[in-house]
């Protein structure tokens, strides 16, 4: 059975009781052993949805480029990252809510209501909010949200791939797959590994660690 494409089931309600400004949140990357976990909030500016749109893992890299000029266009929309050091420091989920936040506050426009995937909230929004489990895949704004941070934070990893060749991260973006940990044996880790996850914390007392350019 092919899922439902998202719509505005989650915000037509909100428009009708007032909020004019809702805003869709969703962060990429909590998994990845390397690079910031990011997080992106968009807020249609009318209330047409956009063809093709998805949750960004059930689309293709083309079909992700495709959408982005239209979100861009339809959407006030602000991206925002919360650091390896801040991931170790805080733990991935604090570190992702806190992205999250920085990505509402960064939007140039007023946000009356704010929907964000998952099930939590961050602390500090600047209006109500509610938590939607699964909302990349129901709601338009929050799916747009999925593919802004998916296409950054995919091409971020990219160049850090061409400062640290060898692990793969131009195709994994950081995950732990095979050529990944085999990577990490071989050539050690780098800055923008995060020490706190297991992999990582468990070759520290035993590989060399790469010095930043």
Same mark, same amino acid.
């Given at each position: ?22 805003? %869709? ?41 495709? =959408? ?57 929004? &600047? ?23 998916? =296409? ?13 060749? %060898? ?6 973006? %950081?995950?732990? @797959? ?11 880790? @780098? &800055? ?5 996850? %297991?992999?990582?914390?468990?070759? =520290?007392? @035993? ?7």
């Amino acid at each position: 059975m092919v899922p439902p494409k998202p719509d505005f089931f989650h915000e037509q309600p909100l428009w009708d009781q007032g909020f004019r400004f809702v805003c %869709g949140v969703d962060e990429v990357g909590r998994g990845p052993l390397a690079g910031p976990v990011v997080a992106a909030a968009v807020v249609f500016r009318q209330p047409q949805p956009i063809t093709g749109l998805d949750d960004s893992k059930r689309l293709t890299l083309p079909q992700r480029r495709a =959408l982005l000029p239209l979100i861009q266009h339809q959407c006030w929309h602000a991206i925002a990252l919360a650091s390896v050091s801040e991931i170790d420091r805080l733990n991935i989920r604090q570190a992702a809510l806190l992205a999250m936040s920085r990505a509402v506050a960064q939007l140039a426009c007023q946000v009356d209501f704010v929907l964000v995937d998952g099930r939590d909230l961050p602390v500090g929004l &600047p209006c109500p909010g509610k938590a939607v489990v699964g909302g990349d895949g129901s709601s338009q704004s929050i799916a747009a949200a999925s593919v802004l941070a998916k =296409l950054y934070r995919d091409d971020l990893m990219i160049q850090l791939d061409r400062e640290y060749p %060898g692990y793969g991260w131009q195709g994994n973006a %950081g995950y732990p @797959t095979a050529q990944h940990r085999q990577a990490l044996q071989q050539l050690g880790i @780098t &800055p923008h590994h995060r020490r706190s996850f %297991g992999p990582v914390r468990q070759l =520290l007392n @035993t590989l060399p660690l790469q010095d930043e350019d």
